[in-house]
């Protein structure tokens, strides 16, 4: 499967907790995305990594959360402290910046599904 | 700040007729791409269309198309022949700066038999 990868799929976690999730983008792939839905609304953006680096991180992302990209390659999304409003579907992107290309398509994952008890 | 409005929260359609998704956008940059997202129940995110904002002619992908009108900041989807299949979260979007994806709030479509 040459998709994009997220993992786990659902996570059921008590408030306070700490929670890690994984992604694993297209291979090659030079850029990585982060984004949250919550029911019944679009995806919002969180950050974006091109390779190791991390380019831009959105308002949405407070100190609670942190995402690392260290080879260039998967990527973590991690919350601390979990608190219900956290509860959301987190998705996982990824492209290749080629100026050859076009647009920038950006292929998502199947999501992981976080419930905040 | 690019922004993306979908006006339209849900639409019944019947099988085999020709359905209108509405999107408006606003953005300051020059240049921008705009997409459609198919979202079904299981949840991905199904890349649908682009439409770039110096393309002169209306993008088109199968039964999509994407009808644009760069002077009313409209990007319209337009499913010929819609099927049960298309029973789905459609969501308009644009980028920036080639980066991230400003998404709309989505339409939900529902084909009727």
């Known amino acids: 499967d040459t998709g994009v990868s997220q993992n786990p799929r659902h996570k059921i976690t008590k408030r306070g907790q700490n929670v890690t999730f994984r992604c694993d983008p297209i291979?090659?792939?030079?850029?990585l995305y982060w984004y949250r839905q919550t029911l019944g609304q679009g995806p919002e953006f969180l950050t974006y990594?091109?390779?190791?680096?991390?380019?831009?991180k959105s308002r949405l992302l407070s100190d609670r959360f942190s995402a690392e990209r260290p080879k260039g390659s998967f990527s973590t999304l991690e919350i601390q402290r979990t608190e219900q409003g956290d509860s959301a579907m987190y998705l996982c992107?990824?492209?290749?910046?080629?100026?050859?290309?076009?647009?920038?398509?950006?292929?998502f994952g199947p999501g992981t599904r976080l419930t905040v008890l | 700040a690019q922004k993306i409005t979908q006006t339209q929260p849900g639409m019944f359609v019947q099988e085999k007729e020709a359905v209108t998704l509405d999107c408006t956008y606003d953005?300051?940059?020059?240049?921008?791409?705009l997409f459609w997202y198919k979202q079904p129940s299981s949840g991905e995110m199904i890349f649908l269309i682009y439409?770039?904002?110096?393309?002169?002619q209306n993008a088109t992908e199968g039964r999509y198309s994407l009808n644009f009108q760069k002077a009313r900041k409209s990007a319209n989807l337009v499913i010929s022949a819609s099927q049960l299949g298309d029973s789905a979260m459609y969501f308009c979007?644009?980028?920036?700066?080639?980066?991230?994806?400003?998404f709309g709030s989505g339409t939900r479509l529902s084909i009727r038999p």
């Open positions: 992107a990824s492209s290749s910046l080629d100026r050859g290309l076009v647009y920038n398509e950006q292929f």
């Open positions: 291979s090659e792939h030079n850029r």
């Open positions: 990594f091109q390779n190791e680096a991390q380019l831009e």
């Open positions: 953005t300051s940059d020059p240049s921008y791409g």
């Open positions: 439409q770039g904002s110096y393309d002169q």
């Open positions: 979007a644009t980028d920036s700066s080639a980066s991230k994806i400003i």
